[in-house]
């Protein structure tokens, strides 16, 4: 069996962008929600700042995209 590489890419960069955004966009709102794991991803991601604003937002999503993206990508490509 073989996995399809862009199908999992594209799957594996919305589902890890999804989540930033999603995590990203309740601490906006609630101050405090996902803080540890939105610290971790800002430590991954240079420029995102949880927490700061809609702009932050954003820019985490679309890192995450691209690297959930690549990891997917380079999993189905590894199997």
């Not at 199908?7 to 309740?26: E, Q, T, Y």
């Not at 932050?56 to 690297?67: E, F, I, K, P, Q």
Request: overall charge neutral; aromatic content about 12%; charged content about 5%.
């Amino acid at each position: 069996m073989k996995l399809n590489i862009a199908a999992l890419a594209f799957a594996g960069g919305l589902l890890w962008g999804g989540a930033i955004l999603c995590v990203a966009i309740a601490n906006l709102i609630w101050p405090g929600y996902g803080r540890a794991f939105l610290d971790v991803a800002g430590s991954v991601y240079p420029g995102f700042h949880p927490g700061t604003g809609a702009g932050s937002v954003v820019t985490g999503a679309l890192y995450a995209l691209v690297d959930g993206g690549v990891a997917g990508a380079l999993l189905a490509w590894l199997y």
